[in-house]
């Protein structure tokens, strides 16, 4: 037969103390009362019985903070197993099991080692078991309990801050929230009242009250001034227990602090203010400061200083000095003493930001009158004059007087003043000024091109006193006269293409005028009266102040005539009318189809300095041919006879003659005067000799009437004509530099020279067809390549 037993737990109190139910918050005593039916075999014949059994279970309450001579009793731990015999152990686990709670191992007795402290640890809980000292088997399943501890009052609230610090305005009304305090309770707030926090006001009455729950500190008087007390300190305390007797308290300070309102208006010490000035003081001189006072601080004390209308108001000036909130009176115009020596202001200081609460106490400005007393002082002289202008024009004589400066003595006394210029400003001395009555004369001749204006300083000086002196600018305008002719703007490298048809514009001119005339410059181009009707070339006004320069021919010979010059008047429009004659310079130049210029020399082209191997080659070419040309000429003089100078036109020597005598060129003219050609109206008794050197040099004027349209064959044979006539003449082969050539050849030029502008072969066949004066050329240039070689 198996027996099973029953552990029964019963725990003492040395107190009593109700037992709690976990499903229930009452305290009540819960007994388990458990049967356990004991089942027996048939076949033993015995009946069925049971054990009951009982035990005190489970949550109970210790106090804290225990003070007793003993540790604090707990209670017991016993089963019905054990017999008293020492062969039961009885262990305890669980929180604070063997530290804060001991069990008696052989009685089950449960003690409280230390003093608790609900604030630190409020529950705990434990596990009891008790098992056979032999065996070491448990003898009841291991049981749990709960202690909890009891809560006493022994926290006393404490705020969130030891000092408090705030703030509210003045002139509040009554009621208005401040600050809020805070206490907190470390005890219980579930158990009595240990945590249940008053507030109350232990200073600060009666200024301000405290909310007993909430503790919000409001204000408890009406009209509270900053400006009588600024500072408030308040003591608030804090007590539990619901503020019952013997509940424990705490306190806390309140700084607060009454902010200011501007409910002041600004007020002058005094009506009346007195200051002075010197009446030479410069604009912008402070004379003094006045303040308004207001009690108020802050942007509500800032005060505007303003003059008011009247008297005064246009002669000085007051600014606010933001720093000290002072009136700073300046002048604003210059004073003098002898028109006035007292002003009286008014003077108001206005708050920058009224309160519109605080209307009601009356306007927030206030006024006061400032009287300024001027003082004389020994002034300089003072020049009176409507302008500082004077026009004059530059033909004015020496000795005019062009204007007058005025200076008097703003004194009393009136002194004499003596007037000069200051010599610095007018170094040239071209003007004078009487010392007595500052009138300005012309000393000198002007001249607006030179110098248009003239900036002379004039001092005034009183005679009694040298060092009051005034100084003050005179500014002198030289007018323009039409005293300058028109000439051109530049000088003007003007040509002409040989192939250029009549009507092609080749240049266009501008002219300048040093004059400034008041309605700006207006030119007018033509040419020369005698050659109103030009056969080469013609002038176009533009009428914008440019002429155009415009061909009248097809086509130009640089052999027969290679510059050209072209004399142009130039007029303006002002009064007196003034006209210059410019010549112009156009050289006839061969150009390519484009119109751009190759060449403008009469003869060949320069060649440059760094020379191609085509060009070397032509000017070997060019040596051989006139070697050639020298070994016919001496081989046919030693064939023929002296024969005499003049000869056929068939002759060759004719040729070599005239070909030879080329003299220095276009830029010789030493040797002979090429101007007598192309004046054929020279008078017979200028007419010098052409075969010596002649003793001057006849200069050719650039406005000279011109005769280029004149034929150059016709001239020629006229001067022939004359000159056979003339017994005075020189030898014939003398005019061997001006013998006319004839008219251009169909083959063009045979120098080797021009082969430089191409570089294809040329076919020099038609050399067969001039005769036997050119088969030696013919042979050279016609044949084969291997006979050139």
């Known amino acids: 037969m198996r027996t099973c037993y029953c552990l029964s737990f019963l725990i003492w109190t040395s107190m009593l103390h109700e037992v709690h139910a976990l499903s229930s918050p009452k305290r009540t005593n819960m007994y388990f009362q458990a049967e356990r039916i004991m089942g027996v075999p048939k076949d033993h014949g015995k009946a069925l019985h049971r054990t009951k059994r009982g035990w005190m279970w489970n949550q109970f309450f210790l106090l804290e903070e225990y003070t007793g ?127 249940k926090v008053v507030y109350s006001i232990l200073q600060g009455q009666p200024y301000f009250s405290v909310d007993p729950d909430t503790g919000i500190i409001k204000t408890a008087l009406p009209d509270m001034s900053r400006e009588n007390r600024e500072q408030y300190q308040v003591v608030i305390q804090a007590k539990d227990m619901g503020g ?203 001249d607006r091109e030179a110098t248009p204006w003239h900036n002379l300083t004039v001092i005034a000086t009183e005679i009694s006193n040298p060092k009051q002196s005034t100084q003050a600018p005179i500014f002198i305008r030289i007018l323009d006269i039409n005293d300058h002719a028109p000439e051109f703007d530049k000088y003007y490298e003007t040509f002409v293409c040989e192939n250029a048809k009549a009507g092609q514009l080749i240049q266009t001119v501008s002219a300048v005028d040093k004059d400034e005339p008041p309605r700006g410059h207006k030119f007018f181009f033509e040419l020369v009266p005698e050659y109103t009707i030009h056969p080469n070339f013609s002038i176009v006004d533009n009428k914008d102040n440019t002429a155009g320069v415009i061909t009248r021919r097809n086509g130009y010979n640089r052999n027969k005539m290679n510059t050209y010059l072209l004399p142009v008047v130039i007029f303006d429009n002002d009064y007196p009318i003034q006209s210059s004659t410019g010549t112009l310079t156009i050289k006839v130049c061969t150009c390519d189809s484009r119109g751009n210029m190759q060449s403008c020399n009469a003869e060949a082209l320069l060649l440059p300095a760094g020379l191609s191997t085509g ?21 046919m003089k030693r064939q023929r006879k002296k024969e005499p100078l003049i000869v056929s036109k068939d002759d060759v020597r004719d040729n070599i003659v005239t070909y030879n005598d080329e003299g220095g060129g276009e830029e010789d003219t030493q040797a002979f005067d090429i101007g007598t050609l192309r004046n054929p109206e020279a008078r017979e008794e200028s007419k010098i000799r052409r075969d010596v050197m002649p003793e001057t040099i006849f200069q050719i004027r650039r406005t000279a009437p011109l005769w280029e349209n004149i034929d150059v064959q016709d001239f020629i044979h006229r001067r022939l004509k004359e000159n056979d006539l003339d017994p005075t003449a020189p030898p014939y082969d003398s005019l061997a530099t001006y013998a006319y050539e004839g008219n251009d050849s169909i083959a063009n030029s045979l120098s080797s020279l021009e082969s430089l502008t191409t570089e294809s072969n040329q076919d020099y066949d038609y050399l067969s067809d001039w005769g036997p004066r050119f088969k030696k050329l013919a042979d050279m240039y016609g044949g084969d390549e291997s006979d050139q070689d």
């Open 615 to 635: 060009a070397l080659v032509a000017i070997l070419l060019c040596i051989i041919i006139l070697l050639i040309l020298v070994v016919l000429f001496a081989a």
């Open 244 to 446: 019952q007797m013997g509940g424990l308290s705490g306190t806390t300070t309140v700084n607060i602090t009454l902010t200011d309102v501007n409910d002041n208006p600004p007020r002058f010490p005094q009506s009346t203010y007195q200051l002075s000035s010197l009446e030479s003081a410069p604009l912008g001189t402070s004379l003094g400061r006045i303040k308004a006072n207001d009690p108020d601080v802050g942007e509500n004390a800032e005060i505007e200083y303003s003059i008011a209308d009247g008297e005064g108001a246009d002669m000085f000036d007051i600014i606010t000095d933001k720093d000290t909130q002072e009136g700073i009176i300046t002048v604003k115009k210059q004073l003098d003493f002898e028109k006035k020596n007292l002003y009286t202001l008014k003077v108001e200081a206005t708050n920058t930001h009224p309160d519109p609460r605080f209307f009601h106490l009356g306007p927030f400005k206030d006024s006061a009158f400032v009287k300024v007393f001027v003082e004389d002082v020994d002034e300089p002289p003072v020049f009176n004059m409507p302008s500082n202008l004077i026009e004059v024009d530059e033909d004015a004589r020496e000795g005019s007087i062009i204007g007058q400066v005025v200076a008097q003595d703003p004194d009393a006394a009136k002194n004499v003043i003596k007037y000069s210029l200051n010599r610095h400003t007018d170094l040239e001395r071209i003007f004078s000024i009487h010392s007595g009555n500052g009138s300005i004369f012309i000393s000198k001749t002007l």
């Open 69 to 195: 001579p003993d540790t604090q009793y707990v209670g017991k731990l016993h089963t019905d197993q054990d017999k008293g015999d020492g062969n039961l152990k009885y262990i305890l686990t669980g929180d604070g099991a063997g530290s804060v709670f001991v069990i008696d191992e052989n009685t089950g007795d449960i003690h409280a080692a230390k003093k608790l402290d609900r604030e630190e640890k409020s529950l705990y809980v434990l596990r009891a078991k008790a098992i056979d000292r032999k065996t070491g088997r448990q003898v009841e399943p291991e049981s749990e309990f709960i202690i909890k501890i009891h809560d006493i009052n022994d926290n006393e609230p404490k705020f969130t801050k030891d000092i408090y610090t705030a703030s509210v305005p003045e002139k509040s009304r009554v009621g208005t929230s401040v600050i809020q305090v805070t206490a907190t309770d470390a005890d219980d707030s579930n158990y009595g009242n240990s945590a």
